[in-house]
């Protein structure tokens, strides 16, 4: 049975750091690039970053280039994304995802919340 479940999400204040996890079971992590997509509320879902199955290469939203790192641990199949100065407008449940050829499989999501 494939799972993502995505932790370390909350309130936090503009300014502030959050690191979110993505623990995943049920399929060969390693082979799968991994995502992380956000979707705020009346906003379409969007790609926040990626990383390869093997962590060599990334990619990032323009909007959190600087702020957010994306990494992955192959040993303990989770993904990670720092997320550091954060603001106001990365409010939107983060969901993690798993990708590889045509199959894609998606977390339920964890809220990230900033706000003063």
């Known amino acids: 049975q494939v799972q993502l479940v995505e932790s370390g999400g909350g309130l936090v204040q503009p300014g502030g750091s959050l690191r979110l996890s993505c623990a995943a079971s049920g399929f060969t992590f390693s082979s799968y690039a991994m995502s992380w997509y956000r979707q705020a509320p009346g906003k379409e879902r969007e790609l926040v970053a990626a990383v390869s199955s093997a962590g060599s290469s990334t990619n990032y939203a323009d909007s959190v280039k600087g702020r957010f790192t994306i990494s992955r641990d192959n040993a303990k199949n989770t993904v990670y994304l720092e997320m550091n100065s954060l603001k106001p407008e990365d409010t939107a449940n983060y969901y993690c995802?798993?990708?590889?050829?045509?199959?894609?499989?998606w977390g339920q999501g964890t809220q990230v919340t900033v706000s003063s």
């Open positions: 995802n798993a990708r590889r050829l045509n199959i894609r499989y």
